[in-house]
């Protein structure tokens, strides 16, 4: 298939803003995806805004003209809406935009704010991901999903908080020189088995921070990449998205994600790569099991043998597989509706040298793998992200 | 919490109170919950009520110790998934910690109100 070629991405600092509204926060990703670009709001045909919780947070539906007329366009816009895979999705959108030709040159990206709800109204929100009949009103908070989903894993492949912990130490010790991150915090293994309960077998240092911010990316067209000698290092050459049902109950195994398997599988064909010619990724680690749920699911590891993985070095910046150089969910933050935009951004930054974490990269990396992963994975993406030229 | 009637669902906490739980089963041998028009699982759209299995098998658990506002008063508290057969229900823990807990323990269902809020739940006990 043909390619959507990465004009330019911006973003926010990931952190917590009460104060800043969500129209500001991708105000500025977006204009700097734009500057990146070299373009200008009037190039853009379409935008699509990844945003999850802006109905509670913010009192504001219809978002998608707004996050428009932020970055100073009017053109047709569209919120999406996917839980944590929101601009993952808003993403692919803009991908199957460019690629038919519908559009030239589109902004995709996401925004969240949520720490002005405060720790138990964040908590309240982001149960909204799960299913509010048979999770929610049975006590089910995110954490606590994502929990009973490790424990499961735990009792089907082995495993222990501790090589949870060793996955938590190694996106802690990348975002350390990642400025945009919300957690610059060097931890140790002992710091993580021995912080505060959230939902066993998680302690505090399992779980992304509650954080604010914005991610952006500009996607443009082969027909007008071509036309205005466009010049970009990196283009999105595959794009997938699995689905699975919304509770954790109706699961078939509660130790795999088939939606992640399935949106690999189809990003894997579309781009007509397999998994080992993946050279980096960013993958969605909303909990430290869910790094290990995603690995597997994509094919990089088999089941059962992702547990170990940064327990053995293997996914450290040094490893085999560097996996989440940006720090990750857990430590560059995850404000929801921007954390698929800023994982393509990163893997964008890092095949392209700019990244402070590229030196973890080697000369011979040309592919990397964003994966994006909604609720408890019932919905995933997956894009393929290549050198271009 | 919302006054807010759910039609299927407050039938189906109605059934399991009475001690005469339910699911749908699907000619696939597929296993849904309330309300449902069609298997989630395969589409197949000829649904049968099905009594639910008096005991259940706890499959993961966790005790929850930072809760939404709802269960406020009632943190910590487990809350499990267990399985009775072809369906699993999530529901919270009653009368015993997670130390008491293991994967595979045998539990019966019922309707528990929350401390917090007084609204009724799906509760287990071993």
């Given at each position: 298939?043909?390619?959507?070629?990465?004009?330019?991405?911006?973003?926010?600092?990931?952190?917590?803003?009460?104060?800043?509204?969500?129209?500001?926060?991708?105000?500025?990703?977006?204009?700097?995806?734009?500057?990146?670009?070299?373009?200008?709001?009037?190039?853009?045909?379409?935008?699509?805004?990844?945003?999850?919780?802006?109905?509670?947070?913010?009192?504001?539906?219809?978002?998608?003209?707004?996050?428009?007329?932020?970055l100073g366009t009017t053109a047709?816009?569209?919120?999406?809406?996917?839980?944590?895979?929101?601009?993952?999705?808003?993403?692919?959108?803009?991908?199957?935009?460019?690629?038919?030709?519908?559009?030239?040159?589109?902004?995709?990206?996401?925004?969240?704010?949520?720490?002005?709800?405060?720790?138990?109204?964040?908590?309240?929100?982001?149960?909204?991901?799960?299913?509010?009949?048979?999770?929610?009103?049975?006590?089910?908070?995110?954490?606590?999903?994502?929990?009973?989903?490790?424990?499961?894993?735990?009792?089907?492949?082995?495993?222990?908080?501790?090589?949870?912990?060793?996955?938590?130490?190694?996106?802690?010790?990348?975002?350390?020189?990642?400025?945009?991150?919300?957690?610059?915090?060097?931890?140790?293994?002992?710091?993580?088995?021995?912080?505060?309960?959230?939902?066993?077998?998680?302690?505090?240092?399992?779980?992304?921070?509650?954080?604010?911010?914005?991610?952006?990316?500009?996607?443009?067209?082969?027909?007008?990449?071509?036309?205005?000698?466009?010049?970009?290092?990196?283009?999105?050459?595959?794009?997938?998205?699995?689905?699975?049902?919304?509770?954790?109950?109706?699961?078939?195994?509660?130790?795999?994600?088939?939606?992640?398997?399935?949106?690999?599988?189809?990003?894997?064909?579309?781009?007509?790569?397999?998994?080992?010619?993946?050279?980096?990724?960013?993958?969605?680690?909303?909990?430290?099991?869910?790094?290990?749920?995603?690995?597997?699911?994509?094919?990089?590891?088999?089941?059962?043998?992702?547990i170990g993985a940064a327990r053995?070095?293997?996914?450290?910046?040094?490893?085999?597989?560097?996996?989440?150089?940006?720090?990750?969910?857990?430590?560059?933050?995850?404000?929801?509706?921007?954390?698929?935009?800023?994982?393509?951004?990163?893997?964008?930054?890092?095949?392209?040298?700019?990244?402070?974490?590229?030196?973890?990269?080697?000369?011979?990396?040309?592919?990397?793998?964003?994966?994006?992963?909604?609720?408890?994975?019932?919905?995933?993406?997956?894009?393929?992200?290549?050198?271009?030229? | 919490?919302?006054?807010?009637?759910?039609?299927?669902?407050?039938?189906?906490?109605?059934?399991?109170?009475?001690?005469?739980?339910?699911?749908?089963?699907?000619?696939?041998?597929?296993?849904?919950?309330?309300?449902?028009?069609?298997?989630?699982?395969?589409?197949?759209?000829?649904?049968?009520?099905?009594?639910?299995?008096?005991?259940?098998?706890?499959?993961?658990?966790?005790?929850?110790?930072?809760?939404?506002?709802?269960?406020?008063?009632?943190?910590?508290?487990?809350?499990?998934?267990?399985?009775?057969?072809?369906?699993?229900?999530?529901?919270?823990?009653?009368?015993?910690?997670?130390?008491?807990?293991?994967?595979?323990?045998?539990?019966?269902?019922?309707?528990e109100p929350t401390e917090t809020?007084?609204?009724?739940?799906?509760?287990?006990?071993?």
């Open positions: 298939m043909s390619k959507a070629f990465i004009g330019g991405t911006g973003m926010t600092s990931f952190g917590s803003f009460p104060d800043r509204t969500g129209r500001d926060m991708f105000a500025e990703a977006g204009l700097a995806a734009l500057d990146d670009a070299g373009l200008a709001p009037e190039d853009v045909d379409e935008v699509f805004y990844g945003n999850f919780v802006g109905t509670l947070a913010e009192n504001q539906g219809h978002q998608g003209p707004l996050a428009a007329e932020a047709p816009s569209r919120r999406v809406e996917s839980a944590c895979a929101s601009s993952g999705l808003a993403i692919r959108d803009a991908v199957r935009a460019v690629r038919t030709g519908e559009s030239d040159v589109v902004v995709a990206g996401g925004m969240e704010r949520m720490s002005n709800m405060g720790t138990a109204g964040a908590t309240d929100g982001l149960a909204r991901a799960a299913d509010d009949l048979f999770e929610v009103r049975s006590g089910v908070t995110f954490p606590a999903a994502y929990a009973l989903l490790a424990r499961a894993y735990f009792a089907e492949y082995g495993g222990d908080r501790t090589d949870l912990a060793h996955i938590a130490v190694k996106n802690h010790e990348n975002a350390l020189v990642n400025d945009h991150a919300h957690l610059q915090q060097e931890i140790t293994v002992d710091d993580a088995l021995e912080a505060p309960e959230i939902a066993s077998p998680f302690g505090l240092y399992d779980a992304c921070p509650i954080s604010d911010g914005a991610a952006a990316v500009v996607l443009v067209s082969p027909a007008y990449a071509a036309e205005h000698s466009f010049d970009a290092g990196v283009a999105i050459t595959g794009s997938g998205h699995g689905g699975d049902t919304m509770g954790v109950q109706d699961r078939r195994s509660l130790a795999k994600t088939p939606a992640t398997r399935d949106a690999a599988e189809e990003a894997y064909d579309d781009a007509g790569i397999d998994p080992t010619d993946v050279g980096l990724a960013e993958v969605h680690d909303c909990f430290t099991i869910a790094e290990v749920l995603a690995l597997e699911g994509l094919g990089l590891y088999s089941h059962g043998e992702a053995r070095g293997e996914t450290r910046r040094d490893g085999a597989l560097p996996v989440n150089l940006s720090g990750g969910l857990k430590a560059k933050g995850h404000p929801v509706g921007a954390t698929g935009a800023a994982q393509v951004a990163a893997i964008r930054a890092l095949l392209e040298g700019t990244h402070p974490r590229a030196d973890a990269v080697g000369d011979d990396v040309t592919v990397g793998l964003a994966h994006n992963a909604g609720g408890t994975v019932a919905s995933a993406t997956v894009h393929v992200l290549e050198v271009a030229t | 919490m919302t006054a807010t009637q759910e039609t299927g669902y407050d039938e189906f906490l109605d059934a399991l109170e009475a001690g005469e739980g339910y699911y749908a089963e699907c000619s696939n041998g597929h296993g849904t919950l309330p309300p449902r028009r069609v298997c989630p699982h395969c589409g197949d759209r000829e649904l049968e009520t099905v009594p639910l299995a008096p005991t259940g098998e706890i499959v993961t658990y966790t005790t929850v110790s930072v809760p939404t506002p709802a269960f406020d008063d009632d943190a910590p508290y487990v809350t499990a998934i267990a399985s009775f057969g072809p369906v699993r229900l999530t529901g919270i823990v009653r009368n015993a910690g997670e130390d008491d807990l293991e994967i595979g323990r045998e539990v019966t269902v019922t309707i809020t007084d609204e009724r739940t799906i509760a287990f006990e071993p």
